[in-house]
């Protein structure tokens, strides 16, 4: 099997058992989206989920956060982690956001990642999930499975970003980030992988190599 048939068969797989999956951030907006992702940095996107629903009912706008007081800003996000320099660079996003692109959220990706707190991640997901512009987000699940199936031997994000980008057609680039995160919670779950359930086994390199140490 080529490297390019086993790739069809896993996005064939992975679209079989997960379908077109949605963002796990709630978001009614791009700026909440954009929030959202600088906050789920090193947090799970259910504890996100749980301090957004009050953050934007307490700041809503650009603006709001753009003229937001840091130290109550750093106690309205503190469960999420690495609260004061989320708080920064949030209150900096948003003030760039406002002095040079009226308040709008940018769908371009240098001007995405110019941003206070923005990489190429987050930018990825806003690109893709409110604009619906081809980007492949590469978070640790993306990172992890695309490693475990041999379809990268790079561990920098960038890196895996460009080789799942020559490897994948991009109308797929979207779909693949909640698909693999979907299988990263459910099967492929981190230090104890289920390969005796999952059906990506027969593709998969990592998995098999895991098999064969057990
Ligand atoms: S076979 Fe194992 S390592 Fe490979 S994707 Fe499935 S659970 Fe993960």
């Known amino acids: 099997m080529t490297k390019k048939e086993k790739v069809e ?33 090193q947090c799970t996107d259910d504890r996100v989920n749980i301090v957004t629903k009050d953050l934007f009912q307490k700041y809503k706008s650009v603006k709001d956060f753009a003229e937001a007081n ?54 990825n997901v806003v690109r893709g999930n409110w604009y619906g512009i081809p980007s492949i987000v590469v978070d640790t699940h993306v990172k992890r499975l695309s490693i475990l199936l041999g379809l990268t031997k790079n561990h920098d994000p960038v890196k895996i970003e460009f080789d799942l980008m020559k490897m994948i057609p991009e109308e797929k680039w979207i779909d693949i980030n909640t698909q693999l995160i979907a299988h990263g919670r459910k099967i492929c779950i981190a230090r104890r992988p289920k390969c005796n359930e999952c059906f990506l086994l027969e593709y998969c390199t990592g998995g098999q190599k895991l098999q064969k140490g057990k």
Do not use: M
């Not at 949605?22 to 789920?40: F, R």
């Not at 609260?83 to 996003?93: D, E, L, R, T």
């Not at 956001?97 to 990706?109: A, K, V």
């Open 70 to 123: 840091i130290i109550e800003l750093e106690k309205d996000i503190h469960s999420t982690g690495f609260y004061h320099n989320k708080a920064k660079n949030i209150i900096a996003c948003c003030q760039k956001l406002l002095s040079e692109h009226n308040g709008e959220i940018p769908s371009d990706l240098d001007a995405l990642t110019s941003l206070a707190g923005v990489g190429r991640k987050t930018a």
């Open 9 to 41: 068969q896993i996005l064939l797989l992975l679209r079989e058992q997960y379908g077109p999956t949605k963002c796990y951030l709630d978001h009614e907006n791009p700026w909440q989206l954009l929030v959202a992702t600088i906050l789920s940095a």
